[in-house]
């Protein structure tokens, strides 16, 4: 009791000075100055307040201190502005303003301004310098705001909120808008994003102003949000868009049923398009089936794969397919069952004979007598947009259009493409949007696909280009030499990329024997010159191999580039010399080694490839006849053999590290390496440790904890200076970065420079620096020259297949679904070897298949019997098999089993 006393007497006290003070006017001329200037913000202050937060709305201040530098209190005159309304209407419109205004504006002598809205318990507490600056530049509110944020998130809801602006109390509403979030328009794609769309507007009164959950959303939905602010002087500009916010994925939609593209009687081609994954990618799907009137179900297929086909079906029977998919969440639902009843006969597709003769119909039609519900089922697949893919022949230069359903192919569009462009043109925005999907093939495949294809034309054009310089590089240095070259053909003309026809003059004959071909083809190379004699190393190879009567229409070649590529690389690797080590990404790259002329050979406790493949094998004879050759000489010849691979336009296996392909597309600008093409990134793939380090130094302070010089360990062991006077610099703070760089440039080029130089030059004696930077060829563009494609797509070979056999032989007939199936379901390594024994190599070609890739009935072969192959015309020749099994066992003893030529 006594301090409370004690307290309301002072309170008296200062209370009755104050007033003293007033009446008497005894304030000292400092106390008269601040009270002046408090006076002066309190009078601004008021009067922003009342026209800006009250809007004409009558308002009353007072004050809780007889004190002139006392707060001032503002608010709405509730009884003024009820007085002021007439009729009904008059006095709602009043009610509607004083509930829109804040219950109460607090201003202080030092400017500071507090805004309270009991009915959302937001305050905004501001200056009046903030709201004069405002006022003085004329901003509404700031010119870029913060954009919205997350704060939680459900399979079915996002809940926002988001900053206030600087200075808070100029903004009484804000608007929030958001769009579906489209992959292509983040990665530069110009496919034009989602319209933004109002998603709520809120006063600063409003419950929740600084929030907003957003529902109800489908599982796995991706939005951006922006927003603006408004007051009297107008909105300010939205903000950047948020970063991308999703909704918890969910299992995936239930699939529609599947569909039949072929009905046959022992067989069907079953597709299906894929449902919305609702943000988690599909891992498989599953498919069952039953004949009618069994008690359960089958599963027949768990893949990827949006089609299968299915055998051991009876004629005239009756059966049931239902189908789900799976994701990381969960599984969907099936799919309503899907029936069909085999024919008694087989439905034949139109036959395309040459397809380059055909192609140009307009393929939606049915031609032929068949089972009606299989001519349904074939109409049906032709108008599925998910089934058309797109290819190139590089002999007409023209896009063709293929159905991995039906096996059809066509030149124009087809109807099903411009159907489905024309839909999703047209879909409104929750058909695009929180309702669903437009039917047919989602947004981001079709985004995916547009850009590989145009991705694959640009590419296609720069290789054109490169390809044709390169000749015309050939020409002129032949010509320059006083020698005549085959010169066929208008370089300049935007012909095939095939090359030129090759006459006596212009063609080198080497004959190998494939137990010692490295050897032989090591020494055979090493005479080679680049001048005189038509320059020999620019003439193009035709190969035999000894004790075979193949003859090199192209596939013998093929196969000796595959073959040589990956015996030299295993050779030069740690199984052997050492020379080249594999990266942490599984590339390869030169070793820090001090290359000797006489070299051990290394052992092969420390090698990662212990167990190669067949063809990847040295010779013993191959090893004894190079055990002398020394490292920067074999170099060159690996550098000259890949050359020479590119300038004859084939394909080899040759795995080299980014770092590697770079250089060889980049070159090196001078001896001093002044100019920097790497960065300390590159050298994470081929020392982790050493790019941990580096960038450790990148990002913090050095100072007392790093004590080097500019030095490094060589491959010798002794120290080798990076620059002039390293061994007396300290790597300080402030040099760090040059350190980084040279040390970057060190590990990349310098520590392998002895094994790098030489490799370089014979891969530019072939394939001229000057030719690959005039056609902008990077080192990724270079990858894909050299080794293909980097895997392989049955449906691909299947669009660039011709048929040779019976009428009825094509791609509806029962042995060739067979096939096909047994490829795709081949592991990787597997559909290579198949490649391989049909074409002579493995590698993917860029442009198709040229020849094509012709399937051929064995009518003469026995049934069950292996199938034959033709590597020069690329031809397949294959008999009856009674089964699938049967048919898959003979394969794969054929394409891992044979080797060689032979003529029949």
């Given amino acids: 009791m006594g301090a409370t006393s004690s307290l309301l007497n002072s309170s008296n006290q200062s209370i009755k000075e104050q007033k003293r003070k007033n009446s008497l006017n005894l304030w000292t001329i400092d106390e008269k100055k601040e009270i002046e200037e408090g006076e002066l913000i309190l009078k601004k202050g008021v009067q922003y307040a009342a026209e800006h937060f009250y809007y ?88 870029t705001p913060l954009p919205p944020q997350l704060q939680g998130r459900t399979q079915e809801s996002l809940d926002l909120y988001w900053e206030l602006p600087d200075p808070p109390g100029i903004a009484q509403y804000v608007e929030v808008q958001y769009r579906r979030y489209r992959a292509a328009c983040v990665a530069g794609n110009p496919t034009d994003p989602y319209p933004w769309q109002a998603l709520v507007s809120k006063t600063w009164d409003t419950t929740c102003f600084r929030s907003h959950l957003f529902e109800p959303l489908k599982p796995g939905r991706s939005f951006e949000f922006r927003l603006r602010y408004r007051n009297h002087k107008g909105w300010s500009e939205f903000s950047a868009p948020s970063i991308v916010y999703s909704t918890l994925p969910g299992v995936p939609s239930t699939p529609r049923p599947p569909s039949s593209s072929a009905i046959l009687p022992h067989a069907t081609h079953l597709y299906w398009n894929p449902p919305d994954c609702n943000g988690a990618p599909i891992e498989r799907y599953i498919l069952e089936g039953r004949a009618v009137g069994e008690p359960s179900f089958a599963v027949l297929f768990s893949g990827l794969m949006l089609y299968h086909v299915v055998f051991n079906l009876h004629p005239q029977f009756a059966y049931n397919f239902r189908l789900k998919a799976v994701n990381c969440v969960g599984e969907s639902a099936y799919c309503e069952v899907y029936s069909i009843q085999t024919p008694s006969r087989l439905y034949v597709a139109p ?88 039917v047919g093939e989602s947004e981001v495949i079709r985004d995916d696909r547009e850009r590989a294809v145009e991705r694959t034309t640009n590419f296609r054009l720069k290789r054109f280009r490169f390809m044709r310089d390169l000749r015309k590089h050939r020409q002129e240095t032949a ?59 620019r003439k193009r190879l035709r190969v035999t191999f000894k004790g075979e009567e193949g003859i090199d229409a192209g596939g013998l070649s093929k196969e000796f580039y595959l073959l040589i590529s990956r015996q030299m690389l295993r050779y030069a690797g740690g199984k052997y010399r050492g020379w080249l080590r594999t990266t942490e990404s599984g590339k390869l790259y030169f070793s820090e080694i001090t290359p000797r002329i006489h070299a051990p050979l290394s052992s092969s406790a420390n090698s990662k490839e212990d167990k190669p493949e067949p063809q990847d094998q040295v010779s013993v004879r191959s090893v004894e006849s190079l055990r002398r050759v020394d490292g920067p000489s074999f170099a060159h010849f690996m550098g000259r053999m890949l050359g020479k691979a590119l300038h004859d336009q ?51 302070d050095i100072t007392d904890i790093i004590e080097s010089t500019f030095t490094v360990v060589g491959p010798d062991g002794n120290d ?52 690959i930077c005039s056609n902008e060829i990077s080192s990724a563009d270079l990858d894909l020259m050299l080794n293909g494609k980097p895997s392989i797509d049955v449906e691909e070979i299947r669009a660039y297949t011709i048929f040779q056999g019976e009428k009825d032989f094509n791609d509806s007939h029962p042995q060739v679904i067979m096939l096909w199936q047994v490829v795709r379901e081949f592991e990787d390594s ?39 192959a033709h590597t020069c015309f690329n031809q397949l020749v294959i008999p009856i098999y009674s089964s699938v099994d049967v048919m898959k066992e003979k394969l794969v003893f054929a394409i891992t089993e044979t080797e060689g030529f032979d003529l029949s």
């Avoid at 770092?659 to 050298?683: C, P």
């Avoid at 990349?748 to 790098?756: D, E, G, I, M, R």
């Avoid at 399937?855 to 034959?868: K, Y």
Wanted: glycine share 8%; with cysteine; charged share 20%.
């Fill in 56 to 143: 004409g709305v009558p308002v009353v201040t007072t004050r809780q201190s007889l004190d002139p530098l006392s707060p001032v209190w503002v608010r709405a005159d509730d009884e003024a502005a009820m007085q002021r309304g007439g009729a009904l209407h008059e006095v709602e419109q009043e009610w509607k303003m004083i509930k829109s205004v804040p219950t109460t504006v607090m201003i202080t002598s030092k400017g500071r301004v507090v805004i309270v809205f009991e009915r959302s318990s937001v305050t905004y507490d501001i200056t009046i310098d903030s709201i004069a600056k405002a006022i003085e530049l004329n901003a509404a509110v700031q010119a």
């Fill in 351 to 438: 036959r395309t004979g040459d397809w380059r003769e055909n192609a140009a119909g307009i393929g939606d039609t049915v031609s032929g007598e068949g089972d009606s519900d299989s001519e349904t089922a074939y109409a049906n697949a032709q108008r599925c947009p998910a089934a058309w893919r797109t290819y190139y022949d590089h002999q007409t230069r023209q896009m063709f259009y293929f159905n991995v359903l039906t096996g059809s192919r066509q030149l124009q569009e087809p109807v099903a493409i411009t159907l489905a462009r024309s839909l999703s043109g047209t879909a409104s925005s929750d058909q695009m949007g929180i309702t669903g999907q437009p």
């Fill in 479 to 537: 010509l320059s030499l006083g020698h005549e070259e085959n010169c066929q053909g208008d370089s300049s003309s935007l012909g095939s990329l095939a090359p030129p026809p090759t006459s006596a003059s212009s063609v080198f004959h080497l004959e190998v024997d494939r137990d010692c071909m490295l050897a032989e083809t090591y020494h055979i190379m090493r005479t080679f010159r680049t001048g005189g004699l038509g320059g020999e190393i």
């Fill in 650 to 700: 084939h394909m080899v296996h040759a795995p080299l590290s980014g770092v590697l392909l770079t250089l060889m597309t980049y070159g090196i600008k001078d001896k001093n390496f002044s100019e920097a093409i790497f960065d300390s990134r590159d050298v994470k793939d081929l020392d982790s440790q050493l790019h941990k380090s580096l960038e450790w130094m990148r990002c913090n």
């Fill in 720 to 771: 080798v200076i990076l620059c002039k006077n390293g061994d007396t610099i300290p790597v300080t703070q402030e040099n760090k970065s040059e350190y980084i760089r040279l040390m970057t440039q060190w590990k990349t080029v310098f520590s392998v420079s002895a094994l790098l130089t030489p490799f370089l030059e014979g891969f530019w004696e072939l394939v001229p620096l000057a030719v």
């Fill in 830 to 868: 597997l559909q290579r070897s198949f490649l391989k024994f049909v074409t002579g190599t493995s590698s993917v070609p860029l442009d198709g298949y040229d020849p094509p890739f012709n399937l051929t009935q064995g009518i003469d072969m026995v049934e069950d019997s292996l199938p034959r």
